[in-house]
């Protein structure tokens, strides 16, 4: 492209990187973000996030904590949507602590959390088998001005089925359909598993076959 004397642009490098990124090349989508650079060609917050959520998914947390850091360094005004792909990659990492450390000190920098990073923290805590902080973590959604949803929903509810916690799960499915949300395909997956064992009432399925 520049030997054909056409200057590429921002939003141009960070088509060409999220190409790559989908592809899982990430080493040429980095060796392209390092050139844009050279260019003087200044990344903004879409490129970063391209690339962050390209390491933090594929578990390459050391360099998108050094990019997050960059970003810091730049000045760049760090969203939700920044946070929301680290907090997510650190906690399928195992890295529980650090995701729930910089879930409680996102206020402190003035960044207000959404119904996905409760989602994402709750997810990371039931993976972790800390039930009662993910169902606390609900709870308290409202209060910090997210409702759940659906999502939130299935997910705790996955978590709770996945640590052998059926009642509470059980409870909770009944909270969800109360709500007007229904179960997702993994979901119900898990319950029908359930039901097989006759771990949960056969009633509960026509229940929720009710509400899709």
Excluded: W
Excluded at 31 to 44: D, I, V
Excluded at 165 to 185: K, N, V
Excluded at 199 to 207: N, Q, S
């Amino acid at each position: 492209m520049r030997r054909m004397e056409l200057v590429p642009n921002t939003v141009t490098y960070t088509t060409l990187i999220d190409g790559f990124c989908k592809v899982g090349r990430i080493q040429e989508a980095e060796k392209l973000f390092s050139q844009m650079q050279g260019y003087g060609q200044h990344p903004n917050v879409q490129t970063y996030a391209v690339l962050l959520d390209a390491l933090c998914s594929n578990q390459q947390l050391p360099k998108a904590i050094e990019l997050l850091t960059e970003m810091k360094d730049e000045k760049l005004e760090l969203d939700i949507v920044i946070y929301n792909i680290v907090i997510e990659g650190l906690c399928t990492a195992g890295e529980v602590q650090s995701a729930k450390d910089l879930f409680c000190g996102l206020s402190s920098k003035g960044v207000q959390p959404d119904v996905r990073t409760f989602t994402i923290m709750i997810s990371g805590l039931c993976k972790g088998g800390l039930l009662s902080e993910a169902e606390n973590l609900l709870r308290g959604m409202e209060q910090k001005g997210s409702s759940p949803n659906d999502c939130t929903y299935n997910t705790i509810i996955r978590g709770f089925i996945n640590n052998n916690e059926t009642s509470r799960a059980m409870r909770l499915i009944q909270e969800m359909l109360e709500r007007g949300f229904s179960a997702d395909a993994s979901t119900m997956e898990l319950i029908v598993d359930l039901l097989s064992k006759d771990k949960v009432d056969p009633g509960l399925l026509a229940l929720l076959k009710d509400s899709l």
